[in-house]
């Protein structure tokens, strides 16, 4: 084998065919638009633990996918190959929240549309889609229903309770009752007159109120 004769493989060929100036830019956009996609998921996170890392996974995500487009549009065998050597992967890994995985799947997607080189595409959609996370997921509901749960020491208090719950809630329902040696104990589903949780501080101040616990469906609670 002669120098000519590397320099002639068709691999060279097709690594001369990669315009630099094209892998750069997709790069760049890949990294912009997923530095982007990391700011939102900031923005509109609600929980309580905030993970740093899967902000930066959601980044590299971004590029890693432009990555697999730019070498898969390049060569069509490489493409049958990469569908098959993907096809082994498994995640493993628990998403806690429903969005998490929204986020995971808008940065492949950014980085399938910049790979193919539809640049407006990805950019107006992913200022279209922050958008609208923006606007939907910070927006407070006051129509979220609650499970309150009362501890009471006999029926008088448990009366003076229901008619302070009748007050301050614009819908309630009792759930269930139990009666027992130590008291009343009684679960009700009510809708808040807003999203603030000072019935439960009022509840708790009346005399012969053992305890007070409100708890939302989505598993947030204050008592």
Not at 96 to 123: C, N, Q, R, T
Request: with cysteine; glycine share 6%; net charge neutral.
């Amino acid at each position: 084998m002669t120098f000519d004769d590397i320099f002639k493989s068709s691999f060279l060929q097709q690594a001369a065919d990669l315009s630099i100036l094209d892998m750069l830019l997709a790069m760049g956009f890949a990294f912009a638009l997923g530095l982007f996609i990391f700011f939102i998921y900031k923005r509109t996170f609600t929980g309580v633990m905030y993970s740093a890392s899967f902000g930066v996974s959601i980044m590299a995500m971004t590029l890693i996918t432009t990555l697999i487009i730019l070498a898969v549009t390049s060569n069509i065998i490489l493409s049958l190959g990469m569908v098959g050597a993907l096809s082994i992967v498994r995640f493993r890994t628990a998403v806690k929240e429903p969005l998490d995985i929204a986020f995971l799947f808008w940065a492949i997607s950014v980085g399938i549309v910049v790979g193919a080189g539809l640049l407006p595409l990805a950019v107006i959609g992913s200022l279209f889609i922050g958008i609208v996370l923006l606007v939907f997921v910070n927006r407070k509901s006051t129509d979220t229903p609650y499970i309150l749960v009362l501890s009471f020491a006999n029926d008088t208090v448990e009366n003076e309770a229901l008619q302070l719950i009748d007050n301050q809630t614009r819908k309630n329902l009792i759930k269930s009752k139990t009666v027992s040696d130590e008291g009343i104990e009684i679960t009700v589903e009510v809708r808040l007159r807003d999203t603030a949780a000072k019935v439960v501080n009022d509840l708790k101040s009346i005399s012969g109120v053992n305890s007070a616990c409100l708890v939302s469906f989505n598993g947030e609670y204050a008592s």
